[in-house]
Each structure stands twice: as structure tokens, then as C-alpha cells.
């Protein structure tokens, strides 16, 4: 299999593809592609914002893409991530990371942040549908606003070539978690659903 991890960019520079795109903001041509959520709700008063759900269709992303869609008002990232990023990530004593907690609302509290934990492989499974759970584990969707004080890390940077902070120095690693830096917590994992084999909800 052809290792996608590693790209080089136009100033020859060698780093994961990381593409990221924002919910509502019309991509530009060259490779990127368009992936537009639906939100189900306008201005809502909070009890409604908080049973809204956004469908992200994924089969358009391949392996090693990433885009950033909007979920109850905030960005998250959703990322099919390679399987030399799962493999770095499931390496990981999770004994070791500044946070143990999965942060994770579709196990039970408290389970431990390992990859499993932490990808798609834990969302909920409509009925009659099958999901490939090699696929499901390449899917990792969390919040976007790091857990110290709210700002968008950037993708494919810091000592992760995962998500990095930089208004305080967070550096987060390829399943969302923290690993260096003044967040406290791991990205939050969202409700997820798989509603077809290749779409999930949140919420
Ligand atoms: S807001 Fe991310 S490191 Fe401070």
C-alpha cells in the first residue's frame, strides 16, 4: 500500500497533506474539494442549538484529507486520517499523555484515551447499515477550539505533524490529544453516528 503520509509542498518542505476547509466557505479549484454540511437550524435559541445535528458526507474525503465543518456553532475537525497516523496514535502509552481521558460522549466516562477510544469506530450505528470498521477507525472527528483557551489549532504542524496551537504552544498528536503545551484536555470527541456507511451525523 502507498504510504500517503508524507507529501512535499511547492517549497519542498516534506509534510502530511493536511486540507483544510471551512463549512460555508466555497473552496478553490486544485485538488480541494467542496463539502458542505447541513446544519439544521437558523439563529436558534440554545435548547433548539443543542438537539441540532450536522450530517458530514464522507466519501469524498480520502486518506490523509481533512475538513473542518460547523456543529452546533463551533468548528470541528474530520479527518481520515492514514493508516501510519492510526499506527503512531495507537502506539501511544496512553499512561504517558497529559490527559488519560478519551473525552469522548459516545463511551462511558472516564474510558482511556487510546486511538480506539478516540476515532469513529465508537459512534453509534444506524440500523441496516455496515461499516467497514478498518474505515471507521480511520475516521477522527473532535472539536476545534483548543481546550485552553478557545482558539482554531492549524493542521499538519507541530511535533505531531497533527494540530498545533499557536497561541500558546499546544501541540496535539494524530487522534486529537493533547501532548505538549498548556491545554489541559484532549479535543473533545462529539456525538457521531453512522447514518450510511460513508456519512456521519453529529449530534
Ligand atoms: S488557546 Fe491554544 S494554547 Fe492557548
Redesign the pocket.
Known sequence: MTDETQTHDGDGETRRDFIFIAAGVTAAAGGVFTLWPFIDQMNPAADTLAQSTTEVPLDSLDEGMGITVMFRSRPHFVRRRTAAEVTEATDVDVARLPDNDARNVNIEDGAPATDENRSAVTATVADGVEVDPAYARSILVTGAN??????V?TGGEGDYDAWF??????HYDTAGRIRR???PENLPIPPMTFSSPTTLVLG
Do not use: F, V
Not at 483548543?146 to 482558539?151: A, D, I, K, R, S
Not at 496551537?165 to 499546544?170: F, K, L, N, T, V
Open positions: 483548543c481546550t485552553h483557551l478557545g482558539c489549532p496551537c499557536p497561541c500558546h504552544g499546544s503545551g498548556p491545554a
